[in-house]
C-alpha cells in the first residue's frame, strides 16, 4: 500500500511542487537510519517520502487513526498507506515513550525513521530547541545513524488561513550521518541526551539556514497565543472604552 499511496500522491506532488533535493547521497542504500529533519509544514511528511527511493516511517498523534465516521476511516487509511504510525500520547509518560519504542522498532527492521526533534511545527519558521527524548534515546539504544534533514520553504505552500496551496519549488537537503557510536549505553544520562539533540539540531541549523531559537516551540506556540489573546482583550478595552466616552 505504501508503494500505492507513493506513486498517487509523490507523482502528482513531482509534477505540481517540482521539489528540489540535495544529499540523496547520504541516505544509505539499506540499513537502519534515523532522518531528523526540522517540521515548517504538514506536508514535511509527504515531500521527504516523495524524494527518496526507500520507504521511510514516521510517527502521527493516534487521533488521526481512531477519529470515527468516513472521513476518520479515510483519514487513518492514508496515514497507515502513507506509512506514519499512530503514537498514543495519553500513556504515563506521553508520546515520548510510544515514539521511542516505534522508532526502535523501525530501526530494528532494518528501515528508515523519521523523527521532527522540535516535537511540532516552527509557529513562524524558526528552528527551535529539541527535545532529547524521542531522537537521542532512539539513536542510543539502536546505534543507528542520524542524518539531518532540512525541509526549505514548505511552511510558504499553504500558510495559515490560506485554502488554496501556492505552487512553488520547496526544497530538502540532507546532510551526511552522524555516528554517536562514543555514547554507547549511555541513553538514560540526561546530559549525553542533550548534546546529542543539540548536535543534530546545529547540523540543520546550518542545513536550512533558519534562525535559531532555544526554547521549545511548543512554549513559543504558548507565547504566541498568549501574546494573541492579551492583544484581543486590550482591543476589546479600548474599544468599550471609546464606547463608553
Known amino acids: 500500500?505504501?508503494?500505492?499511496?507513493?506513486?498517487?500522491?509523490?507523482?502528482?506532488?513531482?509534477?505540481?511542487?517540482?521539489?528540489?533535493?540535495?544529499?540523496?547521497?547520504?541516505?544509505?542504500?539499506?540499513?537502519?537510519a534515523i532522518l531528523a529533519s526540522n517540521h515548517l509544514s504538514f506536508s514535511d511528511s509527504f515531500f521527504l517520502p516523495t524524494m527518496l527511493d526507500r520507504k521511510v516511517t514516521f510517527i502521527a498523534k493516534a487521533e488521526?487513526?481512531?477519529?470515527?465516521?468516513?472521513?476518520?476511516?479515510?483519514?487513518?487509511?492514508?496515514?497507515?498507506?502513507?506509512?506514519?504510525?499512530?503514537?498514543?500520547?495519553?500513556?504515563?509518560?506521553?508520546?515520548?515513550e510510544a515514539a521511542i519504542k516505534s522508532g526502535i522498532e523501525v530501526l530494528e527492521r532494518g528501515e528508515l525513521f523519521g523523527i521532527y526533534p522540535e516535537g511540532t511545527r516552527s509557529p513562524d519558521g524558526r528552528l527551535y530547541r529539541g527535545k532529547p527524548g524521542g531522537l537521542a534515546r532512539v539513536a542510543l539504544a539502536t546505534g543507528a545513524p542520524v542524518i539531518p534533514v532540512a525541509m526549505i520553504d514548505t511552511e510558504k505552500i499553504q500558510p495559515p488561513g490560506k485554502v488554496m496551496p501556492k505552487l512553488m519549488r520547496p526544497g530538502i537537503r540532507i546532510g551526511k550521518p552522524l555516528d554517536f557510536s562514543r555514547y554507547h549505553g549511555m541513553d538514560h544520562d540526561r546530559f549525553v541526551l542533550r548534546a546529542v539533540t543539540d548536535e543534530v539540531m546545529y547540523e540543520i541549523m546550518k542545513l536550512s539556514g533558519q534562525e535559531y531559537v532555544d526554547i521549545y516551540a511548543t512554549a513559543a506556540k504558548r507565547q504566541i497565543a498568549e501574546a494573541a489573546k492579551a492583544a484581543k482583550e486590550a482591543g476589546k478595552a479600548e474599544k468599550a472604552e471609546k464606547t463608553g466616552a
Open 64 to 96: 488521526y487513526f481512531t477519529t470515527p465516521g468516513l472521513k476518520g476511516r479515510l483519514t487513518a487509511a492514508f496515514f497507515k498507506g502513507v506509512g506514519q504510525l499512530p503514537v498514543d500520547r495519553s500513556g504515563a509518560r506521553g508520546a515520548g
Open 1 to 32: 500500500m505504501y508503494g500505492t499511496m507513493k506513486v498517487a500522491i509523490g507523482g502528482p506532488l513531482k509534477v505540481a511542487f517540482r521539489p528540489w533535493v540535495e544529499g540523496l547521497e547520504n541516505i544509505p542504500a539499506e540499513g537502519p
